[in-house]
């Protein structure tokens, strides 16, 4: 079992920054790798970005060179880093946990991102 609280969402301007954290808890040592995905008003969810156990990554287009995931092995953690957030990117944000048997996957609650003037 794998336990995921996402935290760090929020309003803020276009333009603006926001970083959401994922604290991870259970069996970690059997995650292969993880993941951000985002759901709009009416939209489908959407994959945002992966990093996986040997530290790749790879982002959806729409958010390449804004967008930053990252790990913190010791504190347990995923890290979403968002810049020069546009209206676009409001969304809540899941963060996601697929193990290394491909099949099972964990989800976490998710955090509300509203990007708006």
């Known amino acids: 079992q794998v336990q995921l609280v996402e935290s760090g969402g929020g309003l803020v301007q276009p333009g603006g920054s926001l970083r959401l954290s994922c604290a991870i808890s259970g069996s970690i040592f059997s995650i292969y790798a993880m993941n951000w995905y985002r759901q709009a008003p009416a939209k489908q969810r959407e994959w945002v970005t992966t990093i996986t156990s040997d530290g790749s990554t790879d982002y959806v287009d729409s958010v390449k060179g804004r967008f930053t995931i990252s790990r913190d092995n010791a504190n347990n953690t995923m890290y979403l880093q968002m810049n020069s957030l546009e209206p676009e990117d409001t969304a809540v944000y899941y963060c996601?946990?697929?193990?290394?048997?491909?099949?099972?996957?964990?989800w976490g609650q998710g955090t509300q991102v509203t990007v708006s003037s």
């Open positions: 996601n946990a697929r193990l290394f048997d491909v099949v099972t996957v964990y």
